[in-house]
């Protein structure tokens, strides 16, 4: 669903699989961030995995896709935690932290931000005895993010 979803569903509200890759394939960025903070965001590791998909796998392993999920296809998303959802708040969280920079060269790369943003949500989750794992899928080259101050 959207942002502006109102609680009520309506074919404008909705963006389907086949749209959001679609719109992905017509971006011509040779690095693309997919990021999804919503409630069984997960099940989009099928959607750029999957056989039916093979071509754009394909092309992002090419060029390099990463995708970050709030949590697997089968859980729900904590939203309204310190005024986001989990997810959200944890790559806040990673963003200029030290601590994401887990290679310690001074630089944060998707890949590094997806883990430290995963592991975070997993440890609150946990801590509000809430179950959320993000799923983090990564194809091709990984792409520097940040460098550190």
Do not use: W
Request: glycine share 10%.
């Amino acid at each position: 669903m959207t942002h502006d979803f109102r609680g009520s569903i309506t074919d404008s509200c909705l963006i389907t699989s086949a749209e959001l890759i679609e719109a992905s394939k017509a971006i011509a960025a040779q690095s693309q961030l997919m990021i999804m903070d919503t409630c069984h965001a997960g099940g989009v590791d099928y959607l750029v995995s999957g056989p039916y998909y093979a071509r754009i796998s394909t092309l992002a392993r090419q060029l390099g896709l990463h995708v970050y999920a709030s949590c697997s296809s089968t859980e729900e998303a904590l939203d309204g935690y310190e005024d986001n959802g989990l997810f959200t708040h944890a790559l806040l969280e990673g963003l200029l932290n030290p601590e994401a920079d887990s290679d310690d060269n001074g630089r944060v790369g998707a890949i590094e931000l997806g883990d430290f943003a995963q592991g975070r949500t997993v440890d609150i989750s946990g801590e509000l005895g809430f179950e959320q794992r993000p799923v983090i899928v990564n194809f091709g080259e990984d792409m520097e993010l940040y460098s550190l101050p």
